[in-house]
């Protein structure tokens, strides 16, 4: 009796090893491939997930090809995470294949992809013109040098956008010499990626109108220099007398700043107008130019009033 139950243990057990027999990595990278190249991305998916990760018996050959195509799979169903995660692994884990100009193109493109609106943080787009630099630099006979630019482009585009956005928030905020910092960044950054006449005239017209951000600091600045020049003149302690010399001083140089600012900016702001103008004659902003210019050199300052 206990020798036929033990028979019957044994034969389960056997059962059971026999049908759990080994998934070879053969077996499911074919399928998995079969499917990939028929487009059919969503069965290809499960069966190289498998392939890497579940089968036995792989060789790194067999986990290399695998690894590409599952990254692809992923960028071709359009789930870029999930491509820039595999891609970034199938670089790290393969820096000599000749698969990797590629797998950089299509990581720079799912960067941009999952990047936000130029409003928001550039981080994302900034990684994909790394990885596109990277084509153009380390594979400069690549196939992908081409696509790599036109990613670049796009990248410096957004780029240009998120600065000239921060530009209007500050034009918007009444703070024209903060305005007219970040436009001038954006035309010594991206020159070759926005529309010159737009940012030359959104740049000379921030120079001229900095007067008015510091208008109130400077009557401030002014007023506090004045008393501070009463309290001089009656101080007889020598020490007190220095403090407030001291502080003189320093509100005399902060001044200065902002009324250098404003010479400046009129000054560079003249210079660019004229510029702009003869520069772009068929330029869609000429007319704004040089109504621009017009009205400054007729009234030595600008103002909206003197648009009427």
């Known amino acids: 009796m206990m020798f036929r139950f033990f028979l019957v243990i044994v034969l389960v057990f056997s059962f059971v090893s026999c049908s759990e027999k080994p998934r070879y990595t053969k077996d499911l990278l074919q399928k998995g491939m079969k499917a990939y190249q028929s487009n059919n991305y969503k069965k290809a998916k499960d069966y190289l997930k498998q392939a890497i990760y579940e089968s036995k018996g792989a060789t790194p050959e067999d986990i290399m090809k695998a690894k590409f195509a599952l990254a692809d799979t992923y960028f071709k169903l359009k789930m870029y995470v999930d491509a820039i995660v595999e891609f970034e692994e199938f670089i790290s884990l393969y820096p000599t294949s000749p ?12 960067y941009l992809k999952i990047s936000p609106s130029p409003d928001r943080d550039l981080t994302y787009v900034k990684k994909a013109e790394e990885k596109a630099e990277e084509i153009i630099n380390n594979y400069p006979f690549s196939k992908f040098v081409d696509y790599a630019k036109k990613i ?8 240009a956008k998120h600065y000239i956005l921060i530009a209007k928030l500050y034009e918007n905020l009444g703070k024209p010499y903060s305005a007219a910092v970040y436009y001038n960044y954006v035309y010594d950054e991206f020159t070759d990626y926005i529309d010159k006449p737009y940012i030359e ?7 001229l109108n900095i007067p008015k951000q510091y208008e109130k600091e400077i009557k401030l600045y002014k007023k506090k220099i004045a008393i501070l020049e009463k309290k001089i003149e009656t101080e007889k302690d020598i020490d007190k007398k220095n403090i407030l010399l001291n502080r003189k001083k320093l509100l005399i140089e902060h001044l200065e700043t902002l009324e250098n600012r404003i010479k400046d900016g009129k000054n560079r702001a003249i210079a660019i107008l004229k510029n702009a103008y003869n520069m772009y004659p068929e330029s869609e902003y000429r007319d704004d130019i040089k109504s621009l210019l017009d009205r400054y050199e007729k009234t030595g300052s600008f103002s909206k009033k003197n648009e009427k």
């Open 201 to 207: 005239y959104k740049l000379a017209e921030n120079l």
């Open 99 to 110: 698969r990797v100009p590629e797998a950089l193109y299509k990581l720079a493109v799912s």
């Open 152 to 159: 670049i482009e796009k990248a410096k585009r957004k780029e």
